[in-house]
């Protein structure tokens, strides 16, 4: 074992394993209920969930996450996590806790509704936008359509006052509509929306991508298509929606490291935990050579930092010679490690490399000034701060027109951050 490095921060908890009341084609977890043959249906136990939040809240960070994924996580039922939230309060010590649901929306209702605004929970509500698309891929396990009723319950969530992500899935058809998409989740009041581009080998040949990926040049088209649109709901400078992607580069545009794995240095930030308490390396990877350990025998802690979950960490450090030479690498960091292993034509670049290239030349010039702009205001707001320690108050220092910018862009300020002032 390695040197404790690594804080325990997060964890993604699979309390119903890949069990799911929907069937939608493009699903990468459904088939991995061959990895659990033991049972038909998978629930955590009392048992596994004590353990874990117990592990989490006392080997943890002072704030720390918890994300109920699946599969489909309601399925475990209401009290499942009502008995969650107890546990938080039993072990955790004036703890910071987040606690966030992923849900495809069926079970929801007024009770689920008034927990989850009662305990801040962030829900992720899978809609993939407006029927024709939502229903191409996301069906009921009969064959019929699941949009009408998944909209009904992004209306009460949001009515009841949850903070809801609106989860959308890229693929072949969706990429289509970028603009129907944002619209459409900004009609319901979704302003919180995460895209995720669907990358999938075809079981049938495993040299091809399966037939619903996003085409590995259109999600690039599809994000530069959002980023204007995000660009132009603008109001006094400041986003009036959010888009997960751009927040995390413009985290890394600022020289801060970004809350995405995928834009991050190395991966192996984080662990899965499976309904039976097996713990593996990533969403990703729940496979047998990517199993650390079991959460009723091994310290959390300890699989996080052990030897096995470094070297899936590193993967993502080895780049393609492509990469090491790209102005992108610094924000795109050569994205999931999912999808460069995954890609048929070469295993270390990633499939949607054309993509990241074409958003990042539409995009960067903004996003640079947008982190410049971020920077300057925090500058002036330090200041004040940082004199207050060494010389006692004093107001913050006035900036010339013609001073350098204090954000170190080597302009100056007037045509810096100044520029609006
Ligand atoms: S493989 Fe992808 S999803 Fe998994 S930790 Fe790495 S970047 Fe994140
Ligand atoms: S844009 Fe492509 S070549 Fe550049 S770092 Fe990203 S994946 Fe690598």
Not at 42 to 47: G, K, P, T, V
Not at 75 to 94: I, N
Not at 253 to 259: C, D, E, F, Q, R
């Amino acid at each position: 074992m390695s040197l404790e490095r690594k804080k325990l921060g997060s964890v993604l908890i699979k309390p119903a394993g890949p069990d799911c009341n929907m069937a939608c084609a493009y699903c990468f977890y459904l088939e991995k209920s061959e990895l659990f043959p033991e049972s038909r249906t998978h629930r955590m136990s009392d048992e596994v969930l004590e353990e874990t939040v117990k592990q989490v809240m006392t080997q943890g960070q002072k704030q720390v996450s918890f994300s109920w994924q699946g599969g489909e996580p309601t399925l475990m039922g209401l009290s499942f996590y009502e008995k969650a939230v107890r546990l938080q309060q039993k072990y955790g010590h004036g703890h910071l806790v987040g606690n966030g649901l992923q849900t495809n929306g069926l079970l929801i209702d007024v009770q689920w509704a008034k927990f989850l605004r009662r305990y801040s929970f962030l829900v992720g509500l899978s809609l993939d936008g407006p029927e024709h698309i939502h229903d191409r891929y996301r069906l009921l396990r009969n064959g019929k359509s699941s949009w009408s009723r998944v909209v009904d319950k992004a209306r009460l969530l949001l009515d009841s006052g949850v903070e809801v992500n609106a989860l959308v899935v890229l693929n072949d058809h969706s990429v289509l509509f970028p603009e129907e998409i944002y619209e459409f989740h900004k009609s319901l009041g979704l302003n919180y929306m995460q895209f995720i581009p669907c990358v999938e080998l075809d079981p049938d040949d495993p040299d091809q991508v399966a037939s619903f990926s996003v085409p590995s040049e259109k999600y690039g088209e599809f994000l530069s298509k959002v980023f204007d649109l995000w660009l132009a709901d603008f109001k006094d400078e400041m986003p009036t929606t959010s888009v997960r992607f751009f927040d995390s580069v413009l985290f890394s545009y600022a020289g801060l490291i970004p809350p995405e794995c995928t834009v991050l240095e190395e991966c192996g930030v984080y662990v899965v935990i499976e309904h039976n308490g097996d713990v593996y390396s990533c969403d990703f990877f729940v496979e047998p050579g990517w199993k650390l350990g079991n959460v009723m025998e091994d310290s959390l802690a300890a699989l996080l930092n052990s030897e096995r979950q470094d070297e899936f960490g590193w993967m993502k450090a080895v780049l393609h010679p492509e990469c090491q030479e790209c102005q992108w690498l610094r924000y795109c960091r050569a994205g999931c490690t999912k999808e460069r292993l995954h890609n048929p034509r070469d295993r270390t670049l990633n499939y949607l490399c054309p993509s990241y290239k074409m958003f990042f030349q539409h995009a960067d010039k903004r996003l640079s000034q947008m982190a410049d702009e971020w920077k300057c205001q925090q500058m002036l707001v330090d200041t004040p701060r940082i004199m207050n320690l060494e010389q006692g108050v004093q107001a913050p220092q006035k900036i010339g027109r013609n001073d350098p910018c204090p954000c170190g862009s080597g302009k100056k300020y007037k045509k810096c951050c100044g520029r609006a002032t």
